[in-house]
């Protein structure tokens, strides 16, 4: 089991940017996918971007391409996610999750029961 710890968020007018950081620990980071979910006021938690475990190939929901960009750093066992052009409704906890298998390759149709440690979970708030 990996333990996953996120940090960054925090109060942004719209039109802002943040940046959160995901720090793992427990098994072998690198070969594993990692996923940012986000769970807005009132709804379901819901995907936001996945970078796969080789190459970095990257996926993310429409409602985010464009503006968030995510990213890993293998040496320091972190991922990220940089969020630029923020909108209110872009408000919420967002999640860092971990592939539940290794070498596993996912792209956005991935969902909740393909991760299998979460993290916390940090506060965005977007304000208008």
């Known amino acids: 089991q990996v333990q996953l710890a996120e940090s960054g968020g925090g109060l942004v007018q719209a039109g802002g940017s943040l940046r959160l950081s995901c720090a793992a620990s427990?098994?072998?980071?690198?070969?594993?996918?990692m996923a940012w979910f986000r769970r807005g006021p009132g709804k379901e938690r819901e995907f936001v971007a996945v970078?796969?475990?080789?190459?970095?190939?990257?996926h993310y929901a429409d409602s985010v391409k464009g503006r968030f960009t995510v990213s890993r750093d293998n040496a320091k066992a972190t991922v990220y996610l940089q969020m630029n052009s923020l909108k209110p409704e872009d408000t919420a906890v967002y999640y860092c999750?971990?592939?539940?298998?290794?070498?596993?390759?996912?792209?956005?149709?991935?969902?909740?029961?393909?991760?299998?440690?979460w993290g916390q979970g940090t506060q965005v708030t977007v304000s208008s």
């Open positions: 999750a971990a592939a539940r298998k290794q070498y596993k390759l996912l792209s956005s149709d991935c969902e909740e029961a393909d991760f299998g440690s």
């Open positions: 427990g098994r072998a980071f690198s070969t594993y996918a």
């Open positions: 970078i796969n475990w080789i190459g970095g190939s990257a």
